[in-house]
């Protein structure tokens, strides 16, 4: 295949189609360009074999990762043809806290076959080597990008979806930007952004569109904790003396237990000028958005940093965890949310958090997408869907956070059967219908109703039967959240 920085080749996956693995879209962003916006990758000389996976980023837990990471894998269905085909695009951003993931966090290639789509999964630069700033680092000496270098890799793999799908028998005039918890945010926090603008014509956010982010005096504030913490405490040589420190040192130091620090991205430069829901509120663009949440959030964010098998929540321990995850308002949602028969204090948690932090905010970018745009809202509720962390779990986890990429990315491996295999090929045919026209509605699946702002109807991805729902906001007490945030 032909690209703008010379041709590739890919291998044939097990379903008949063509992956293209390690793909680079952008130049390394290593030594004077570690914390500048991306730029073009390099011309190469020959082809490229694309047949391997490059690093991921630097993140905490993984190794073997590099800075030399802005690479992007691409799915292209059997009979695709170069310049002919036309196929719909789905971009995949992962998800992860922006700490952690990458491109191959999923496998694109059967829901390129069964959706007749092309798939391509970047990677982006995460954690502080993707969302850095400084109160020195100002858009006027450093250009766009302070605190959202991440997203700005995101934005330089659409232009380059744009600039070369077609060589791929895909269309650059359908390009769908997708992600879930991280992913989904970034996915919404490109829909409002102004330099994403015209670089993707409809957008699915699963599980995180509403995240709240940094500001950037916030963004600032943990940049300098950074750079003490690595011996760069000088204003004046700051950015020089990080971007001399190695990449696993700057890594370790904003991932230890004890100052773990949040690095999403800022809010307040050109790149993301507001907040996402004030954003939403103003969106002028005609982009459909299919956006929802599932049933069961919390559960993976309670187990097992507070409630295992092995160490069960206790009474104490609940009102402890409601003040570190609530502050002032963990009394009012004791009360909301109280342990007791059949409830026990880890699923209590696993709710309030579930319901303040995904559900409620989903529906609240739900009634702000569906004022401006063609919206279709769905919530995931396969209650028995395999994960990993159900065998330490004291609880049921339920549709947890993140059960439903399995459900849209089956891997050849797939361990969903029956019920749950049916329900999987229902929502790819649900996703591919969207990337193709912006609506999910397509023959033999249960009809998609477009979301109404206020309306509550969600589309049901249930196993044991798909409808559309109106109980979401009273199943997430919604109306406690609105008074409580």
């Not at 409809?202 to 995180?208: D, E, F, L, Y």
């Not at 092995?310 to 949602?333: C, M, R």
């Not at 009360?335 to 028969?341: E, K």
């Not at 059967?417 to 023959?443: C, K, Q, V």
Request: hydrophobic share 40%; aromatic share 8%; proline share 7%.
């Amino acid at each position: 295949m032909a690209t703008a920085q010379g041709p590739v080749t890919g291998q044939r996956t097990a379903g008949g189609g063509t992956s293209f693995l390690g793909v680079p879209y952008a130049a390394s962003p290593v030594g004077r360009l570690r914390w500048q916006p991306p730029r073009p990758a390099p011309s190469r000389a020959g082809v490229l074999a694309a047949t391997r996976a490059g690093h991921a980023c630097p993140q905490p837990d993984l190794a073997n990762t590099s800075e030399d990471c802005l690479v992007l894998n691409i799915y292209v269905p059997p009979g695709a043809r170069a310049d002919a085909s036309h196929l719909p695009v789905l971009v995949w951003l992962y998800g992860g806290g922006f700490l952690t993931g990458q491109g191959t966090d999923v496998d694109g290639a059967r829901l390129a076959e069964q959706g007749r789509l092309i798939v391509v999964a970047p990677n982006y630069r995460l954690g502080a080597l993707g969302f850095l700033s400084l109160s020195r680092m100002t858009e006027s000496t450093a250009g766009p990008g302070p605190g959202d270098f991440g997203l700005l890799d995101q934005q330089a793999a659409l232009r380059w979806v744009r600039a070369n799908i077609v060589g791929f028998g895909g269309d650059p005039a359908r390009v769908t930007l997708s992600g879930q918890s991280a992913g989904g945010a970034s996915v919404c926090a490109n829909l409002v952004s102004p330099s994403a603008e015209g670089l993707f014509q409809r957008a699915v956010a699963q599980s995180g569109c509403a995240q709240r982010l940094r500001t950037r005096a916030e963004s600032d504030a943990q940049g300098a904790t950074l750079a003490a913490a690595v011996g760069c405490a000088q204003p004046a040589t700051q950015l020089e003396c990080l971007r001399g420190t190695p990449a696993d040192q700057l890594v370790a130091a904003a991932n230890t237990r004890r100052s773990r620090l949040s690095w999403e991205p800022a809010v307040g430069g050109t790149t993301l000028p507001t907040p996402i829901l004030a954003g939403l509120a103003r969106l002028t663009r005609r982009v459909p958005v299919l956006v929802g949440t599932n049933r069961d959030e919390g559960g993976v964010f309670v187990v097992p940093s507070y409630d295992s098998t092995s160490k069960p929540l206790s009474e104490a321990g609940y009102q402890a965890a409601l003040t570190a995850q609530f502050g002032a308002a963990a009394t009012t949602v004791a009360t909301a949310y109280a342990a007791g028969p059949g409830v026990s204090p880890g699923l209590a948690l696993a709710r309030a958090i579930g319901d303040s932090r995904f559900s409620c905010r989903g529906l609240s970018a739900a009634d702000l997408l569906a004022r401006a745009v063609p919206t279709y809202a769905y919530e995931f509720v396969d209650t028995d869907a395999p994960g990993r962390l159900s065998a330490t779990a004291p609880f049921p986890l339920g549709a947890y956070h993140g059960a439903e990429i399995q459900y849209v990315f089956p891997r050849a491996d797939s361990a969903l059967t029956g019920e749950h295999a049916a329900l999987s090929e229902t929502m790819i045919r649900y996703w591919a219908a969207f990337a193709a026209d912006g609506d999910p509605n397509t023959a033999g699946a249960a009809s998609w109703p477009t979301y109404v702002s206020g309306s509550g109807r969600f589309q049901s991805l249930d196993p044991a039967g798909i409808r559309t729902t109106t109980s979401f906001a009273a199943d997430h007490h919604c109306d406690f959240w609105k008074q409580v945030a």
